[in-house]
């Protein structure tokens, strides 16, 4: 079972998708943009690395 959210500041919202049969198709559903993605474990109660993919999200991103 694939299960989307929507986080923000303020806000964690589950999205529904018209065909969630794959994370490919649930994907080209969504808007342009940037995304990102991580897997919970343990009956969805932990992430591995979590700190680390937050501060990924939040660092600039180096000049070639």
Not at 24 to 36: A, H, M, N
């Amino acid at each position: 079972m694939i299960r989307t959210w929507k986080l923000t500041i303020t806000t964690t919202t589950e999205m529904i998708f018209a065909d969630m049969t794959s994370l490919d198709v649930i994907t080209r559903q969504l808007p342009e943009g940037y995304y990102s993605t991580f897997r919970t474990f343990d009956r969805c109660t932990r992430v591995l690395g979590f700190a680390d993919h937050l501060r990924r999200l939040y660092d600039p991103v180096p000049m070639p």
